[in-house]
C-alpha cells in the first residue's frame, strides 16, 4: 500500500495534474500568473488585465459589473482566479465544475504566498520560488535602508477626495519606503477627506497616482492652497501600488527614492 500512496502523493505534484485552462479575473492576478511562467495556461481576463503586453490579447470575460459567464465557460477553464467570492456569475462558474480560487493580498507576506499557491496548482513552483526569492531580496535592501518619516498625503482620488487610512496595503507602503502617512489613524481604508483636513494634517508630500489627471493640476491645485514651493508632489503609476502582485516592489522603490531623495515625475 506505501507504493501506491507514494504514486497517488507524486501523481497530485505532477504538473499534468495542474489547472491548464485558467481565467485570471483579477488584475494583479493576472500579473502574478505571467510572471511564474503560467502565462500560456490563461485562456481569458478580466477587462482590466492590462499587463504584461501578453495579457492584453486575452479574451475579456469580466468587469468591475461582474463575470460573463456564457463567453467565460466558452473558453472551457478550470480554474478562476478572483479577488472576492462576491462577483456575480462565481456561483454559476463554480456549479459549472470551475475551481474558484481567491487571491487577494493585503501585504507582502499575503503576497508571496499567494504566488507559491497559484504555483503549486499550475505546476510552476520552480519558477515561483525563485521570483518570490528575488522580491524578498528586494524588499529586504529596502528595509535596511534608513527611514526618512517623512509625512505623506496618498491623493487616491481627488474628488471626491479620497486617501489611504491606516488598513489596507497603501499604508504599509508607505510605511516601508520610510514615511509617514498622516491619516493613518482613521480606522478606514479608503476614507473621504477635505482640502481643510489635510492642511491641519501637514504633509511634507502629496502622492499623486496618475489615474485619470495629471501632475501639472494637482500641482497648481494644491499650490493654491498650500502656497508655491511650501510642499513636494510625487507621481507615481497608479498600477505599481494598487495591484498586489509582483510590480508592487516597483512601487515601493519607486516611493522609497522619492520621499528620500525628493525625485518627483
Same mark, same amino acid.
Not at 482590466?48 to 456564457?70: H, M, Q, T
Not at 502656497?227 to 516592489?249: E, F, N, S, Y
Not at 515601493?252 to 518627483?264: C, M, N
Given at each position: 500500500?506505501?507504493?501506491?500512496?507514494?504514486a497517488?502523493?507524486?501523481l497530485?505534484a505532477?504538473?499534468?495534474?495542474?489547472?491548464?485552462?485558467?481565467?485570471?479575473?483579477? *488584475?494583479?492576478?493576472?500579473?502574478?500568473?505571467?510572471?511564474?511562467?503560467? #502565462?500560456? =495556461?490563461i485562456?481569458g #481576463?478580466?477587462?482590466?488585465?492590462?499587463?504584461p503586453?501578453?495579457?492584453l490579447s486575452?479574451?475579456r470575460?469580466?468587469?468591475?459589473? #461582474?463575470?460573463?459567464?456564457e463567453?467565460a465557460?466558452?473558453?472551457h477553464p478550470?480554474?478562476?482566479?478572483?479577488?472576492?467570492?462576491?462577483?456575480s456569475? /462565481?456561483?454559476m462558474?463554480e456549479?459549472? @465544475?470551475?475551481?474558484?480560487?481567491?487571491s487577494?493580498?493585503?501585504?507582502?507576506?499575503?503576497?508571496?504566498?499567494?504566488?507559491?499557491?497559484?504555483?503549486?496548482?499550475?505546476?510552476?513552483?520552480?519558477?515561483?520560488?525563485?521570483?518570490?526569492?528575488?522580491l524578498?531580496?528586494?524588499?529586504?535592501?529596502?528595509?535596511?535602508?534608513?527611514?526618512?518619516g517623512?509625512?505623506?498625503?496618498?491623493?487616491?482620488?481627488?474628488? *471626491?477626495?479620497?486617501?489611504a487610512g491606516?488598513?489596507?496595503f497603501?499604508?504599509?507602503?508607505i510605511?516601508?519606503?520610510? #514615511?509617514?502617512?498622516?491619516?493613518?489613524?482613521?480606522?478606514?481604508?479608503? *476614507?473621504?477627506?477635505?482640502v481643510?483636513?489635510?492642511?491641519?494634517?501637514g504633509?511634507?508630500?502629496?502622492v499623486?497616482p496618475l489615474?485619470?489627471?495629471?501632475?501639472?493640476?494637482?500641482?497648481?491645485f494644491?499650490e493654491?492652497w498650500? @502656497?508655491?514651493g511650501?510642499?513636494?508632489?510625487?507621481?507615481?503609476?497608479?498600477?505599481l501600488?494598487?495591484? *498586489?502582485?509582483?510590480? /508592487?516592489?516597483?512601487?515601493?522603490?519607486?516611493?522609497q =527614492?522619492?520621499?528620500?531623495t525628493?525625485d518627483t515625475?
Amino acid at each position: 500500500m506505501r507504493w501506491l500512496l507514494c504514486a497517488l502523493i507524486l501523481l497530485s505534484a505532477s504538473p499534468a495534474m495542474a489547472a491548464g485552462r485558467i481565467l485570471a479575473l483579477t *488584475p494583479h492576478a493576472c500579473e502574478m500568473l505571467y510572471a511564474i511562467g503560467a #502565462g500560456p =495556461q490563461i485562456v481569458g #481576463g478580466s477587462s482590466y488585465c492590462d499587463y504584461p503586453a501578453a495579457a492584453l490579447s486575452l479574451p475579456r470575460v469580466s468587469s468591475f459589473d #461582474g463575470i460573463n459567464v456564457e463567453a467565460a465557460l466558452r473558453l472551457h477553464p478550470d480554474l478562476a482566479v478572483v479577488m472576492s467570492r462576491n462577483m456575480s456569475g /462565481l456561483e454559476m462558474l463554480e456549479r459549472m @465544475g470551475v475551481r474558484i480560487v481567491v487571491s487577494n493580498p493585503d501585504g507582502f507576506e499575503d503576497m508571496f504566498a499567494d504566488i507559491m499557491k497559484l504555483a503549486a496548482i499550475t505546476g510552476h513552483t520552480p519558477q515561483a520560488g525563485k521570483l518570490v526569492g528575488s522580491l524578498r531580496e528586494r524588499l529586504a535592501k529596502v528595509r535596511a535602508k534608513e527611514r526618512s518619516g517623512t509625512a505623506v498625503f496618498y491623493e487616491i482620488w481627488p474628488d *471626491p477626495m479620497l486617501t489611504a487610512g491606516g488598513p489596507g496595503f497603501i499604508t504599509d507602503l508607505i510605511r516601508e519606503a520610510g #514615511g509617514r502617512n498622516v491619516f493613518c489613524a482613521i480606522d478606514v481604508e479608503t *476614507p473621504h477627506v477635505n482640502v481643510e483636513s489635510v492642511l491641519r494634517a501637514g504633509p511634507e508630500v502629496i502622492v499623486v497616482p496618475l489615474e485619470g489627471r495629471s501632475i501639472e493640476e494637482r500641482r497648481a491645485f494644491w499650490e493654491r492652497w498650500l @502656497g508655491k514651493g511650501r510642499v513636494r508632489l510625487v507621481a507615481i503609476d497608479p498600477d505599481l501600488m494598487h495591484r *498586489p502582485g509582483p510590480r /508592487l516592489l516597483d512601487g515601493l522603490e519607486a516611493l522609497q =527614492q522619492a520621499l528620500s531623495t525628493g525625485d518627483t515625475k
